[in-house]
C-alpha cells in the first residue's frame, strides 16, 4: 500500500477554481492508478477522475468533464485535481486512492472498492 495526503481544498466562489494534490510515499506509487472521489454527507463516495500509472490515459466522469483536470507527475509523487468554473454542487471532501495498476484499462477502476489505499480527504466548499 501506499499512503496518501491530499491538500489544496478550501472555500471558493462559484465560477472560481482550486487545484487539489495528492502526495504519496512509497516506491510503488508510480505503477499505481490513481483516483479522486467525492463524498457528500449521507450520499455515496462518488468517482470523479481516474488517471493511469503513465498519465497517459484518463477518465472524468459526465458531471465535471471539461472543467476538472486530472493530471499526476511521477518524479514528484503526486496527482493533481484541477478544478475550473467550479459549482455549488462541488462541494463535498474529495479523497484521492490508488491501487496497483494492471494495465487492463480504467473501466476496472470505477468504484471505491477497487481501491486499497485512501488519503484522508480534503474539503471543498463553493459558496453561490
Known amino acids: 500500500q501506499v499512503q496518501l495526503v491530499e491538500s489544496g481544498g478550501g472555500l471558493v466562489q462559484a465560477g472560481g477554481s482550486l487545484r487539489l494534490s495528492c502526495a504519496a510515499s512509497?516506491?510503488?506509487?508510480?505503477?499505481?492508478?490513481v483516483g479522486w472521489f467525492r463524498q457528500v454527507p449521507g450520499k455515496k463516495r462518488e468517482l470523479v477522475a481516474t488517471i493511469s500509472w503513465s498519465g497517459a490515459n484518463y477518465y472524468v466522469t459526465n458531471s465535471v468533464r471539461g472543467r476538472f483536470t486530472i493530471s499526476r507527475d511521477n518524479a514528484k509523487n503526486t496527482v493533481y485535481l484541477q478544478m475550473n468554473s467550479l459549482k455549488p454542487e462541488d462541494t463535498a471532501v474529495y479523497y484521492c486512492?490508488?491501487?496497483?495498476?494492471?494495465?487492463?484499462?480504467?473501466?476496472?477502476?470505477?468504484?471505491?472498492?477497487?481501491?486499497?489505499?485512501w488519503g484522508q480527504g480534503t474539503q471543498v466548499t463553493v459558496s453561490s
Open positions: 486512492a490508488a491501487e496497483s495498476d494492471t494495465q487492463l484499462g480504467l473501466t476496472h477502476y470505477l468504484s471505491r472498492a477497487d481501491f486499497g489505499s
Open positions: 512509497g516506491r510503488t506509487f508510480s505503477r499505481c492508478v
